[in-house]
């Protein structure tokens, strides 16, 4: 929730009792709350999206992922075998529904580890460990990446993907519409939690085992040798813009659209 230091950083041109209601104003509309009752049912709408697109993109048994945008991404994502979308909201082992984070907008899985290969842009900061990292790349080749590049903040990126062997290894590949209610705020909230459901973004570091088929029932040696990243760390940045394409490959062998001009295509 909204604290003084945390307006200040959102509306820095702002006196504190105005900036505070603002970042309240922008929560209320990242979350769907408009005043007139009805957000829980706009939220089941919002997640019967999110399901449609879920089932959809298991459905096309991906293997790989193509984006590319005039920031200059070029990238290549391989996806591991028996891989599995998820959305925001799941069930607990005894099957009662939650949603973990709200906001949520994204669809993620698993890249396959050592599957990662070409350049992609960071479209938005970075906050993370106290530090602001700005108009950043990365250079994958095999699934690690081998270079780290920051216009502001180089020295905190290339610490953050260095914190053990596997942080410069991606465990998280997420979609989210360029056409989303945080997105069109035009506002960078500093917190990756509420960032992150603004743009596609990507994760170095950890990869969750329920992005593979059977996952939570797996050792950690059986996750490593389907494909999937351990870490200590999993830090989410932004990739999206809009003018985002993404091609996906199926295993099949067909070429399916994703995303184009920055939105879901399905």
């Not at 907008?105 to 993370?128: C, D, M, Q, R, W």
Request: aromatic share 10%; glycine share 8%; net charge negative.
């Amino acid at each position: 929730i909204p604290i003084p230091a945390w307006a200040r950083k959102v509306f820095p041109d702002l006196p504190e009792a105005e900036a505070m209601d603002k970042l309240w104003e922008a929560i209320f509309r990242s979350v769907r709350i408009s005043g007139d009752g009805g957000a829980v049912e706009k939220w089941r709408a919002h997640l019967d999206t999110l399901g449609r697109r879920v089932d959809r993109l298991n459905q096309l048994n991906l293997k790989s992922l193509h984006y590319v945008n005039s920031l200059g991404t070029d990238l290549a994502v391989e996806l591991p075998e028996g891989c599995v979308w998820e959305a925001g909201n799941d069930r607990t082992l005894s099957g009662v529904p939650f949603i973990a984070n709200i906001p949520t907008e994204e669809i993620f899985t698993a890249p396959l580890k050592t599957g990662v290969n070409g350049v992609v842009y960071a479209s938005l900061p970075l906050a993370h460990d106290g530090h602001i990292i700005d108009k950043f790349r990365f250079v994958v080749q095999e699934g690690r990446i081998v270079e780290a590049h920051a216009e502001e903040g180089e020295e905190a990126l290339k610490a953050a993907v260095s914190v053990d062997e596997s942080a410069a290894y991606f465990g998280e590949v997420a979609l989210v519409p360029y056409d989303s209610p945080i997105s069109n705020q035009k506002l960078l909230y500093y917190n990756t939690l509420f960032d992150e459901n603004a743009s596609c973004h990507l994760a170095f570091g950890q990869a969750y085992a329920e992005c593979i088929r059977g996952g939570e029932k797996m050792s950690k040696e059986e996750l490593l040798s389907a494909g999937l990243n351990d870490s200590i760390t999993h830090v989410d940045f932004m990739v999206g813009t809009a003018d985002l394409s993404i091609v996906g490959y199926t295993r099949d062998g067909r070429e399916v659209p994703i995303f184009v001009n920055g939105n879901f295509a399905l």
